[in-house]
């Protein structure tokens, strides 16, 4: 029996259904994260180059909408249905002044238009000088606040770099709650080097014990965005610092394959039993609690983005602003603003289809197996291949269609299919 | 250009050092002051003309080039450049060079000394009557120490003092005077240019447009272009299309004569037809006898080469069949693995030669390749009255029942070093088996010491670790020296309980089980983590001397995929795909290729 994944949408450019703002600014730097951050005086005193950089964001969100209105008409008109989410993540965009973020969302909201009960996200860390004014980003129209918590353990904390402790995670929920925000999010980070069993467990009761809605339990990443050619002028990464370098050279070396995988099934075992539902490979929500705009990454929909470093797509093209802060300042705030510097990549329907497969497959609703596509049934073999290893199981959809899935073990081992499926 | 210097005014010779000693800077000079290559065209190491070469800071294949230069007596003199190769592996190609030759410059460095290939090469040069112009080269070192080394050249090699020239090949000094003492010291060619043509061809290289272009040196007699030839052992005839000197580009002449050094392009398209060491003749006026031709190249090093992606084996039998008409070095016949495919088993002057042909092949003809560990040739006495049989394959050892004895080759080895580490190479020499001759003082912090050793345990790193003891200080050479009875067994190596024929090694009896230990622990290293848990075994016949256990793959997950990181995480999956089709798949696992290499490597631990 073959299983072969469903028919592809047309590789037609369709308006956006959901927006990112990447916020770039840090109070510091985390040896660990290659997302685009600047840290310092830029940040922080005299030299902040925050406000300048909400004014060019601003510009760039007119000029995105300018485009989109060619090409898609106004908002809401038939062919241009408004955003049914918007996201500010960095950086710690809990930085941003409420006011700031205010005005970014109700231009997002005149100039793309939002549906009625949009998932609103905000990122933010919980150190007392960095988690901002949870009341006040609510009024602002944030619902959904994604904590950058990492661990429950002081010790760890540290080594990760963090400026937070755990008492600073439990009072930015306390806070979020009771400034009137919807949905909480936890970000944990398990496979991080010193970190035992024990420990992560801890983390994980830690994180149950504040009720949260939401928790994205991450394997620690230290991929190397210079080897991997991405921080040129034109790339979406900034240059590794040298001591972040070797941070991530000696923590390699205690990362254990081993362990990592004994903690990531104690977090599927464990947030089962606490009610959560693991959507995505390394996603579990409260039912309703799922990130809607992160869904939207992973079924394929277009999605507008603004900022250094960000990625949008309109379901045929993947285009990406440099990460360059000064040359992202430089177009969007002279006299005469121009977009931002960057590169752009079309998605043949080959790649489309394997990104549909891969994308489809880390999330719990699985791949429908529907009619073949030419693209699809090249991709067969391989589906069959890791049902009969174990790594997939079949399963009835919602109206009783057939759908695969990964198992736990298949989401462990999900590389040995996705490298299949490129 | 003038091809009309009487041979009187005609001197061949080719220049002799140790690697890193100045050849290739002093011939960069040679050029530039003889205005063969104006400065302005000059980049360096001219001669080094392939990639390799160059990168690797060695020369590998001989070449020769023809300067012409005007003496202070007033002359014109016509000075034939002939360039060997540096490293020991090649020697054999050395030897072949200097037959070329009336003399040969032997370049020393005043800092380092007489190295063990100075003296392997003096020694060669000797044999062939060569006069000897000693050169000592970096006077401009503040290392150098002219006093120690000169006396050392007169210890042992009897040069006397007032015979050298000191020199600075990097900033020209001594170099007009290297050019006169040619003139001077270098006697002419002999040989008449009314006898009937006979010329040593001393190497060969194919030209898609020329066929093969022969690399001569005139003996007796005389060439013209449109000559009608004859190869005098392969037979083969030709009518000429070129010949011509080395400036070192091909530069066509109407006439070489007795004594020249030139080219001759024959339009063959198999280099078989005029193989090194053959003699050109006319058809019209045939020589008697030919020249004495050379002892063919010695393949010491064996090794199998097997395409990655087995479709790719008509490539690699095409890219051989190319590379061989530059490189006639290196043999290769087909054959093929329970664990590898079809592919080659190759024979190889050394382990370097190896490495070069086959980053050659991989490089100039885009294949991914995975070569067997590197074996030498046994010799196999078989239980009853039967043929010995010879081996260079591991694979193929007869049965341990059939097995009367078993003798492998030795070597004769020479090595250069500053004698506080006469104890650390003692120990190195001595572990592989080896057994210590004799030694001697160079000077009062040098010594020339003298092994025998299995050439077997010469050509796994041993090269490498002699390097990293003595902090690169000390040099080798080695010869052939015979062949010994010797106790050895087949060490097999099973992979998820398959043996992988191409891993075998043949190893000494006594130290089967560490050889084993190692290799297994090398293996699983060099062996990604596969789905399942993969048992990795050495034994000797069903006798398991070694086990280790290669964990199951636990987690191979993209933790994080959000907007920005699709784009991104598919090509990190394209990668590792890539890498996997890299991989050779023997049965269920998927091996890399330096796991087959694993033995050249267990000394990293």
Known sequence: MTATPGTLPAPDPRPPAALYLHVPFCVSLCPYCDFVVVAGAATRGPASRVSAFVEALEVELRLRADALDAAFGRPSSGSRPPLASVYLGGGTPSLLPPDDVARLLGLAGSRFGLVGGAEVTLEANPGPDERGDAAALARAGVNRLSLGAQAMEDALLRRLGRRHSPDDVRAAVAEARAGGIASVSVDLLYDVPGQSLEAWQATLEGALELGVDHVSAYALTLDDPDAEGLTGPLGDHLPTRAGARRWREAAVREQDEDRASAQYRLAVARLAAAGFRGYEISNWARPGHESRHNLAYWRRLPHEAVGPGAHAFDGAVRRWNAARLDGYLAALSAASPSLPPGGSEAVHRAAAASEQAILGLRLDEGLGLGPASTEGSLLAPHLDWALDSGLLERFAGPAGEPRVRLTTDGRLLSNEIFARLV | MSSAIPQVRLRNFSIIAHIDHGKTTLSDRLLELTHTIEARQMTSQVLDSMDLEKEKGITIKARAVRLEYTANDGLLYGLNLIDTPGHVDFSYEVSRSLQACDGAILVVDAAQGIEAQTLANVHLALREGLTIIPVLNKIDLPSAQPNVVLEELEAVLAIPREEVILASAKEGTGVPEILEAIVARVPPPKGSPEAPLRALVFDSHYDPYKGVVCYIRLAEGTLHDHDAIRLMASGAEAELLEVGFFRPQLVPVKTLRAGDVGYVATGFKNVREAQVGDTVTTVA????????????????????????????????????????????????????????????????????????????????????????????????????????????????????????????????????????????????????????????????????????????????????????????????EYEEAGYRAANLVKLDVLVNNEPVDALSLIVHRDRAQATGRALTTQLRKLIPRQMFEVPIQAAIGSHVVARETLAAMRKNVLAKCYGGDITRKRKLLEKQKEGKQRMKRVGSVEIPQEAFLAILRMDEG
Not at chain 2, 360 to 373: G, V
Not at chain 2, 459 to 471: A, E, M, S
Request: charge should be negative; glycine fraction near 6%.
């Open chain 2, 285 to 476: 006026t045939p020589a008697a006898e030919p020249l004495p031709g050379y002892q063919e190249a010695k393949s010491l090093v064996f090794a199998g080469l097997y395409p990655v992606a087995g479709p790719d084996y008509p490539l690699l039998r095409d890219a051989l069949e190319k590379l061989h008409l530059n490189d006639a070095s290196f043999t290769f016949e087909p054959e093929s693995s329970v664990a590898l495919g079809f592919g080659f088993r190759c024979g190889f002057l050394g382990l370097l030669h190896m490495e070069i042909v086959q980053e050659r092949l991989e490089r100039e003809f885009d294949l991914d390749l995975i070569a067997s560990a590197p074996s030498v040739e046994y010799h196999v006495n078989l239980i009853g009255n039967r043929e010995p049989v010879v081996v260079d394959n591991p694979a193929r050892f007869p049965d341990v029942g059939e097995i009367d004895s078993i003798e492998e080759p030795w070597v004769k080895l020479g090595v250069v070093t500053p004698d506080r580490y006469i104890g650390s190479l003692m120990e190195l020499t001595t572990n592989r088996r080896g057994t210590f001759l004799t030694m001697e003082y160079l000077d009062p912090q040098r010594v020339h010491m003298h092994f025998e050793l299995p050439l077997a345990e010469l050509i796994v790193d041993y090269y490498d670790q002699l390097k990293t003891r003595t902090q690169g200080y000390a040099s080798m």
